[in-house]
């Protein structure tokens, strides 16, 4: 929280178990003006992020994984 508050980025979290992610991605959203992006490794990851998320933040925004040819 000291390096979102001193405007560092980019800013990481590791060792977060996957039931924790949506609440620390939720308080982060709260605690920051700025916008927040989150980047999943894998378009199931950011859908199942996703889902939990809308529990706690409802306003969050999803981006689908583009798609190429």
């Known amino acids: 929280m000291r390096a979102l508050a001193s405007k560092k980025t980019p800013v990481r979290f590791s060792h ?3 039931a924790a992610q ?3 991605v939720a ?3 709260r605690e920051t003006p700025r916008t927040l992006w989150v980047i999943c490794p894998t378009g199931r990851a950011q859908e199942s992020l996703y889902e939990s998320l809308v529990n706690w933040k409802p306003d969050a925004l999803f981006l689908p994984e583009a ?3």
């Open 16 to 18: 977060v178990t996957a």
């Open 22 to 24: 949506s609440l620390l």
């Open 67 to 69: 798609e190429f040819a």
């Open 27 to 29: 308080t982060l959203a």
